[in-house]
């Protein structure tokens, strides 16, 4: 990766966000619609106050529901009906529709200026052990998002991206989604 090119030219501008009030239930709704795997959480003020991942997400259920993992999924849904007592998966919707982002999100959030090189934020990024990075502004405020995969589009030539050059190509469907009738269940 050229080190000089700065986080501004391969940051995410458009940046979804929730609330430390918002309930869990609600920020996973928003990331699933929107294909991201986490979300800057803005205080009153507008200012950046934590970031919350999906794996905030499932360490939040493993602490109160059981679900430890990314395999756990699989566990989620082959223990949904057990004999006696609610299901684990009705334990999991319970806990998201009544925590708030609050109570799991990363805090206080790692952040980056703007005018800070794309190889300097990746290596933020491995030291860290994070997957995406808010890029705020000198009063905290966020003007993008840089994730991992911004980083690695920046490495490829604009010859040879797919969407015409474009840094930001619109998630791709999932094939099974379209025919799926329990995709949204």
């Known amino acids: 990766m050229e080190s000089g090119i700065p986080v501004s030219d391969v940051m995410t501008r458009a940046v979804a966000s ?10 996973g709704r928003i990331m699933r619609e929107l294909h991201v795997s986490g979300l800057p959480v803005l205080g009153e003020d507008g200012r950046i106050v934590g970031v919350l991942s999906e794996k905030d997400l499932v360490r939040k259920l493993d602490l ?13 849904l082959l223990e949904s009906a057990p004999a006696r007592g609610p299901s684990l998966l ?5 806990r998201l529709q009544n925590a708030s982002v609050r109570d799991a999100m990363a805090s206080p959030a790692i952040t980056i200026p703007p005018t800070m090189n794309a190889a300097d934020a990746a ?3 491995y030291r860290e052990g994070i997957h995406r990075l808010p890029v705020v502004d000198a009063s905290d405020h966020v003007v993008g998002i840089v994730t991992r995969a911004d980083l690695i589009a920046a490495t490829v030539p604009a010859t040879e991206r797919p969407h015409r050059g474009s840094l930001h190509p619109q998630p791709k469907s999932h ?3 379209a025919a799926d009738p329990y995709a949204d269940a």
Do not use: E
């Not at 929730?18 to 920020?27: N, S, V, W």
């Open 18 to 27: 929730t609330r430390p009030d918002a309930k869990l239930f609600d920020a």
């Open 64 to 76: 109160s529901a059981g679900i430890s993992s990314p395999r756990g999924l699989l566990d989620l």
């Open 90 to 94: 009705d334990l999991c919707r319970h």
């Open 123 to 125: 290596r933020t990024m």
């Open 175 to 177: 094939p099974r989604r």
